[in-house]
């Protein structure tokens, strides 16, 4: 009978263990500003534009995909991602990764690539009108 509670104590302990370590993993902020993405030791969705001046590198040998990020108010970062180019990098107007800036560049876990919507163009245009 002992054993049943020790047993039941111990799943208790590590489904709490597992909800906090979720909790905390769920709690990304937001970051359109890289000084304070370069300034936190923390997990971050940085947001920018890809640098298409300083194009991209991927090392299909090691598979890393290496690019450049500048922010609305023009600083720029280096972003390292273990994986393949996301789909319509190319295209993209806007780019978040999600992960922790160490050593001198941004360590990203994913990548999310905005593109232009068609519809952008339109609502220009009927704005104006």
Request: charged letters at 20%.
């Amino acid at each position: 009978m002992k054993n049943k509670y020790i047993f039941g104590s111990f799943i208790i302990v590590v489904f709490l263990g597992i909800m906090i370590y979720l909790f905390t993993q769920s709690n990304i902020q937001y970051q359109d500003d890289f000084t304070q993405v370069m300034n936190t030791t923390k997990t971050v969705k940085a947001t920018g534009s890809w640098v298409k001046e300083k194009s991209y590198h991927h090392d299909k040998e090691n598979n890393t995909f290496t690019f450049y990020m500048v922010d609305g108010n023009g600083n720029e970062m280096k972003v390292a991602y273990n994986g393949s180019i996301p789909n319509n990098f190319e295209t993209a107007s806007s780019v978040v990764v999600t992960g922790k800036y160490v050593n001198g560049y941004f360590h990203a876990k994913d990548i999310l690539t905005k593109c232009p919507s068609k519809y952008e163009d339109e609502q220009v245009r009927t704005s104006t009108l």
